[in-house]
């Protein structure tokens, strides 16, 4: 079965500091792997998605994730962050067989001033 | 437009109640999803239309009845609701079911509260 791991449930950062969340993957076959982020009382918005080429894949708002194969992973990251970026993040992959998307159990983002 | 709406924002309801969510997306996709969330949780997926057929249902209670009149609209009918089933309701489209790499595009979602 298809899974997604977000090892940490909060990730504290400074202002203008780089930022890392975490995201592992199990699948059989190559993976379709996702980011959505949440903001408090919204819907989740897409983020960025890797699904092969480049192992370096970026999004909206400055934010690029490094899908790393040989440690089935696909952290997100960001150079410098921002107080606005604080929310909550989804990592997911889709379910080739049945079209689902597997969400991980999300990482709350904090960013301090 | 990449706008996927929905309507009401928040709905308090009673146990006896009868209500409606609306979703409604004009991109012209053609995959249409209800997920449920709790405070904190992941979405968990509910029901999938696909050309306004339903593909998936997740084991859903009858209490919940979902509905695709056209390719823009999906509502979700609800009935006899229960306390435990206050959260948040997420509808989401995609351009096709069954092509892995297409992103979800998810509405605001719809606050419920059943007292």
């Given at each position: 079965a298809q899974s997604v791991a977000q090892p940490e449930d909060?990730?504290?950062?400074?202002?203008?500091?780089?930022?890392?969340v975490k995201c592992t993957y199990s699948v059989s076959g190559n993976p379709y792997l996702f980011w959505y982020v949440q903001y408090p009382n919204r819907g989740l918005q897409f983020l960025l998605k890797y699904i092969t080429g480049d192992n370096l894949v970026k999004g909206s708002y400055g934010f690029e994730a490094e899908f790393n194969k040989s440690q089935t992973s696909f952290h997100l990251k960001k150079p410098s962050a921002l107080v606005s970026d604080s929310a909550l993040y989804f990592c997911a992959v889709r379910d080739r067989g049945t079209d689902k998307l597997i969400f991980g159990t999300g990482t709350r983002l904090q960013v301090f001033p | 437009d990449t706008e996927v709406t929905q309507t009401p924002k928040h709905l308090v309801m009673g146990m006896t109640n009868k209500k409606?969510?609306?979703?409604?997306?004009?991109m012209g996709h053609r995959a249409m999803y209800w997920y449920k969330q709790k405070a904190k949780k992941p979405p968990e997926l509910m029901f999938v239309y696909s050309y306004e057929k339903l593909s998936i249902n997740e084991s859903v209670p009858s209490r919940f009845s979902p509905e695709c009149p056209n390719s823009s609209l999906l509502n979700l009918h609800l009935h006899a609701l229960q306390p435990e089933d206050s959260a948040l309701y997420l509808c989401a489209s995609s351009p096709e079911l069954g092509v892995s790499w297409y992103e979800q595009y998810f509405g605001p979602g719809t606050r419920l509260t059943v007292t």
């Open positions: 909060q990730v504290n950062v400074a202002e203008g500091n780089p930022l890392t | 409606s969510l609306k979703c409604e997306q004009h």
